[in-house]
């Protein structure tokens, strides 16, 4: 099963052709796997800023990408897109490799 470990060691693999590609600036893992408390059900929870210039193209393209490689579902929030509501939550949790 996979899990945060996993998740930092493929990333860290991957990090040159997320940067190039999708214009990443960082990613950072939040939710279940980043708190050990994943199930076979959980998608993985990124917390992503994209570098000057990105756009939604970038944005669909690096989610597709990254569930293709993981296998599993993908949630991509984008740093200034953070509701407020969740933001403190959120910057508190996430994991940067």
């Known amino acids: 099963m ?6 930092f060691k493929e ?7 997320i940067n190039k590609n ?5 990613i950072g893992l939040f ?3 980043a708190n050990n408390m994943q199930k ?3 998608d993985i929870d990124f917390l ?3 570098e000057k210039g990105a756009d939604l193209i970038h944005y669909i393209g690096l989610s597709l990408y990254l569930e293709e490689f993981f296998n599993t579902k993908v949630e991509l929030i984008s740093k200034p897109t953070l509701k407020e509501e969740l933001r403190e939550q ?3 949790e996430v ?3």
């Open 40 to 42: 076979d059900t959980s």
């Open 11 to 17: 990333l860290k693999k991957l990090k040159g052709v």
């Open 48 to 50: 992503v800023e994209f």
């Open 2 to 7: 996979l899990n945060k470990e996993k998740i």
């Open 90 to 92: 959120i910057l508190q």
């Open 22 to 26: 999708y214009k990443v600036k960082s």
């Open 31 to 33: 939710g279940s796997y």
């Open 95 to 97: 994991i940067y490799e």
